[in-house]
T-cell receptor, first 113, second 115 residues
Framework: EPEVTQTPSHQVTQMGQEVILRCVPI?????FYWYRQILGQKVEFLVS????????KSEIFDDQFSVERPDGSNFTLKIRSTKLEDSAMYFC???????????FGSGTQLSVL | GENVEQHPSTLSVQEGDSAVIKCTYSDSASNYFPWYKQELGKRPQLIID?????GEKKDQRIAVTLNKTAKHFSLHITETQPEDSAVYFC??????????????FGQGTILTVHP
């Protein structure tokens, strides 16, 4: 069964550093998302992306965050200057039609020291 | 925006018993309600979903019911097994406009099934 893949599985960085989290969505999917989950809390929506542009973003997704689809397969989340409170599990997800059945990747655990 | 409340936060049952997890949502325009199972340190996995034009859906030991009027939906697991132990999240999606696939999640329920 096709899966969303994410790399790296763990990322440790110093406060103020830039990080790029990478995702390969399911190949025939057209809608891509980033969600995050702070330890012990609910999964939170960050951003949705369709047709090479952001469809919607949450209040969490401020100017420090950006997303990109640099080629036909990868989907990236960049955090320009990481803060301690950015420490979380970041999940990429994709959907075929944007309405149902989001499939999540296995996540990148980001630790900001 | 949408707000989803989920109860209980923890649920402990004996193997073979049934488990019920309930969620309420606030936005009457929400029309898609998935349930995800998340084992420790792993990805949320879609286990069942329901659309707003359906009142109930069943898949083997799991079922979901939806009451649009009351704006609540529930997950029912029958004949629970230890491998059902996980965190379960409900979610709601409001389609239309630019809200493609934006899920609002509940707080999660830690289900423990004791052998």
């Amino acid at each position: 069964e096709p899966e969303v893949t994410q790399t790296p599985s763990h990322q440790v960085t110093q406060m103020g550093q830039e990080v790029i989290l990478r995702c390969v969505p399911i190949s025939n999917h057209l809608y891509f998302y980033w969600y995050r989950q702070i330890l012990g809390q609910k999964v939170e929506f960050l951003v949705s992306f369709y047709n090479n542009e952001i469809s919607e973003k949450s209040e969490i997704f401020d100017d420090q965050f950006s997303v990109e689809r640099p080629d036909g397969s990868n989907f990236t989340l960049k955090i320009r200057s990481t803060k301690l409170e950015d420490s979380a599990m970041y999940f990429c997800a994709s959907s075929e039609d944007g309405y149902e059945k989001l499939f999540f990747g296995s996540g990148t655990q980001l630790s900001v020291l | 925006g949408e707000n989803v409340e989920q109860h209980p936060s923890t649920l402990s049952v004996q193997e073979g018993d049934s488990a019920v997890i309930k969620c309420t949502y606030s936005d009457s325009a929400s029309n898609y309600f998935p349930w995800y199972k998340q084992e420790l340190g792993k990805r949320p996995q879609l286990i069942i979903d329901i659309r707003s034009n359906v009142g109930e859906k069943k898949d083997q030991r799991i079922a979901v019911t939806l009451n649009k009027t009351a704006k609540h939906f529930s997950l029912h697991i029958t004949e629970t097994q230890p491998e059902d132990s996980a965190v379960y999240f409900c979610a709601a999606q409001t389609a239309g406009g630019t809200s493609y696939g934006k899920l609002t999640f509940g707080q999660g329920t830690i289900l423990t099934v004791h052998p």
